[in-house]
Every structure is written in C-alpha cells, then in structure tokens.
C-alpha cells in the first residue's frame, strides 16, 4: 500500500557530512509528518527530526544545529542533511511517515527499512 525507501548512508570520517534521502510512494491520500529515527545497537530507537505537513520542524538536542530536514512535497520525499558527525552518530537511520493510504482517512505509520550511518576514523 505505502512504501518508503532511504538512501545515502555509509562510512564517513567524524566532522563530515552525509545526506540522506526518503521517498513515499504507493496508495497516498495524506502526509502529515515525515522524518527520522535512528536505533544504535543495544540502544532504543529515538527521534532525530520531523517534519509536520505545516513545516513545523523538530529536532533531537543531540543534533539541533548540525542536521537540517527538509520535505518536498510535491515528491512526498524527505532528506536529512548531516552535518559535523560524530561517533554517537553511528546508527541505523530509518526514514517515518505518518500517513492517511488506500482507501481509508486512518493515520498509520510507516518505516523505511533502514540505512546504516557510520561516523569513525
């Protein structure tokens, strides 16, 4: 019904950057918030940032003024600009999306697969 699918992980030394990139695609009646989590291993998943369908953006403290997202709606895509990464960095990214899909008005959430992010020298 809905898919969303990431990319532009990989290897990059601590203080680079990385881009990364979701798209939604399938049965789509509504985006409402687009964005993403990341999950380090033996760690619980937690929100990097989100994007409401009224631009209100929000950020994790750990990465306020150093990632920037940004939506493109007419796409129903979503990037994550990383910028100055560090070790704590290192996670699997998935892309989230609270969507209304198919034949219903009902807001579920769907998740990218996962992309893995890896800031080490």
């Known amino acids: 019904q809905v898919q969303l699918v990431e990319s532009g992980g990989g ?3 601590p203080g680079g950057s990385l881009r990364l990139s979701c798209a ?3 049965s789509i009646l509504s985006i ?3 964005g993403w989590y990341r999950q ?3 760690k619980q998943r937690e929100l990097v940032a989100t ?3 009224g631009g209100t953006i929000n950020y994790a403290d750990s990465v306020k003024g150093r990632f920037l997202i940004s939506r493109d709606y007419a796409k129903n895509t ?3 600009q990383m910028n100055s990464l560090k070790p704590e960095d290192t996670a699997v990214y998935y892309c989230y999306a609270l969507i209304s899909g ?3 008005w009902i807001q579920n959430t769907y998740w990218g697969q996962g992309t ?3 800031a080490s020298s």
Do not use: E, F, K
């Open 51 to 53: 994007v409401t369908s």
């Open 11 to 13: 290897l990059v030394q």
């Open 116 to 118: 893995q992010v890896t």
């Open 32 to 34: 409402y918030v687009m």
């Open 24 to 26: 939604a695609s399938g």
């Open 78 to 80: 979503v990037a994550l």
């Open 102 to 104: 198919g034949s219903s």
């Open 40 to 42: 380090a291993p033996g």
